[in-house]
């Protein structure tokens, strides 16, 4: 019988597929354990394993081949025999193509080739080795052939981990850039040296289309540029995701060719978002002579941005900028804090859009912290400074001052708009940490902004015709100091039988000092003798209105429109203001 060593004798049984527990001596076979199918010898399958002697079997295994001679068996008794080929190469690796990731050697040519057979052949996922994969050029993942069938292929690109030892892409030109329509990038670090990190962008050939994915637990540090940058992406998630120490922004929206959006969809959940931007103007410690450009996130063009459990902080530019046409925006639970390099950087800010209708439709902001920073001994003015929202709701925001007592050097809170009426919503509850926020934590520079607090008047008051009357009535409305600058008036009015129009006048006054800031004159038709009809006025102060309004309706029955010949009975009167609120908890 032919000798065997321990090697060659477990080559052997592996390839037989045999367990033995106990080590044969060197000049005896051993027997088949009980609980082992012997269907047959160790000899007989080396010929079922391609023949010849035990050498040529060793050779076999030894080649790029041999895996397809061993067998593989999960545990259920109910699961097929596939080949150990078969099993590994469920899952692609860039080892696989040459990645050392030692950072040293220039990885660019072998991660290329593995993310491009992934590609090609519809692979499911591809992992990155532990390591630093240096590289000195860009690094795409390209749209996906698709053989499966289905109608989206999709790829996974999976690292070891995004810490300190576990996979790092370092860029020393370049980026990643994200071309796969449908994608998942997990467990990785990023840095480009003098570019943005990861580049998430429709493919570059045709059919065009809009990428579609998500990221896991990704770390975009220490690049020259933005760390993430979207263009026409059409939907995207992030989870637990890291952006620091950028030079640009964490987060970058640009306005793609194909559907002139950065992105349609993109929702932010927890990650933190520190450290971006660069100090604009002569640096004098931390702050600078400029607003400080860049920034933790600034969300381009976009129909929905959504942020839950979001940490921006630490930032040289503004925390959360919202770009022109950004249309819904929700913040849910988020931490900012020390964000800017200068008194003008914001938490949550958008510049005055080109038009009006270019400003954000609906905006949410709800149970969010906001501290300031002091950057060259001067704080920071404010933490949200919006332009133009439709429809912006502040909930229960927190406005703390630091452990030094450093405050806002301004409102905390300023809503802006660069036409009458277009900003509308309402702050409700929250809680401030300093006696300075109880009467100026608002900037209220607008005419419809705040809660409507409507006063219900029932006077039921006689206007005569002619001379009869001096026929005016004046009502008076407490107004809050943080309320909006824009009055609106509401009349019911009946005529007693007659038939005409009458002639109003509606005087508003600014308390205390009763300054007249708003006349208006109209007309009031009524074509039948006993029909009731409502009448809406809206009017806005330069400034706001004070400790109350007095409003004062007249009827000028001596003007030429004036010609109803019956009195005018004013049966009720309405006043709406617009309070912006904040309780001190």
């Not at 993310?115 to 990155?128: C, E, F, H, S």
């Not at 452990?403 to 806002?408: D, R, T």
Request: net charge neutral.
């Amino acid at each position: 019988m032919e000798k065997m060593n321990r090697r060659e004798y477990g080559l052997l049984l592996a390839g037989a597929a045999y367990s033995l527990t106990s080590t044969p001596a060197r000049s005896q076979q051993a027997a088949p354990s009980p609980n082992v199918s012997a269907e047959a010898s160790p000899a007989s399958r080396i010929g079922k394993l391609g023949g010849g002697s035990v050498q040529d079997f060793i050779d076999r295994i030894g080649s790029n081949l041999g895996s397809e001679g061993i067998g593989f068996q999960q545990f259920d008794n109910g699961a097929v025999h596939r080949t150990v080929q078969d099993k590994l190469r469920d899952i692609l690796s860039a080892k696989d193509f040459g990645v050392l990731a030692d950072g040293l050697a220039d990885d660019t040519k072998a991660l290329q080739k593995a993310l491009d057979y992934a590609a090609r052949n519809d692979v499911g996922t591809i992992m990155l080795p532990a390591g630093k994969i240096r590289l000195t050029g860009d690094i795409i993942v390209a749209h996906q052939d698709n053989h499966s069938g289905s109608e989206t292929a999709q790829i996974t690109v999976m690292g070891h981990g995004a810490g300190k030892n576990a996979t790092w892409l370092y860029f020393e030109t370049g980026s990643l850039r994200v071309r796969s329509s449908s994608h998942m990038l997990r467990d990785f670090r990023v840095t480009s040296k003098n570019g943005d990190g990861i580049k998430i962008e429709p493919s570059s050939e045709p059919p065009q289309f809009s990428a579609r994915g998500a990221m896991e637990n990704i770390r975009a540090e220490n690049c020259g540029g933005s760390g993430v940058t979207f263009e026409d992406c059409w939907c995207y998630r992030m989870d637990n995701c890291y952006a620091r120490f950028n030079k640009g922004w964490g987060i970058e929206g640009k306005v793609g060719p194909l559907t002139g959006l950065s992105v349609n969809v993109l929702e932010i959940s927890g990650g933190e978002y520190q450290g971006n931007g660069r100090i604009a103007g002569a640096r004098t410690s931390k702050g600078g002579a400029g607003r400080g450009t860049g920034g933790g996130i600034s969300t381009g063009r976009c129909v929905q941005f959504n942020l839950r459990g979001v940490t921006i902080e630490g930032n040289v530019g503004d925390g959360l900028k919202l770009a022109e046409q950004c249309r819904g925006l929700a913040v849910d639970g988020c931490y900012f804090e020390k964000n800017g390099s200068h008194p003008e950087n914001r938490d949550i800010c958008n510049d005055r859009p080109g038009q009006a209708t270019h400003g954000p439709n609906s905006i949410v902001i709800v149970n969010c912290n906001f501290s300031p920073q002091n950057a060259n001994g001067t704080v920071q003015e404010r933490a949200i400074d919006l332009w133009d929202t439709i429809d912006l709701k502040i909930v229960h925001p927190q406005i703390f001052a630091l452990s030094s007592g450093i405050l806002y050097s301004s409102e905390p809170i300023r809503i802006r708009e660069s036409v009458p009426a277009r900003a509308r919503g309402w702050i409700e509850g929250g809680w401030y940490s300093s006696a300075k926020y109880a009467q100026e934590w608002i900037a209220n520079e607008t005419q419809c902004f705040g809660f409507p607090r409507k006063q219900m008047f029932s006077p039921d008051v006689e206007l005569k015709p002619g001379s009869e009357s001096a026929a005016s009535r004046n009502y008076f409305v407490r107004v809050p100091p943080t309320c909006a600058r824009g009055v609106d008036v509401d009349l019911v009015t009946r005529p007693d039988g007659g038939v005409g129009t009458a002639r109003l006048t509606r005087v508003l006054r600014r308390g205390p000092a009763g300054t007249r800031f708003s006349t208006t004159s109209f007309d009031i038709a009524h074509p039948s003798p006993l029909d009731s009809i409502y009448t809406s006025t809206s009017s806005v102060s330069e400034k706001m209105p004070g400790t109350h309004v007095e409003v004062q309706i007249v009827r000028e029955s001596g003007h030429e429109k004036d010609t109803l010949p019956s009195s005018l009975f004013l049966q009720a009167l309405e006043v709406t203001i617009y309070e912006g609120r904040i309780s001190a908890g």
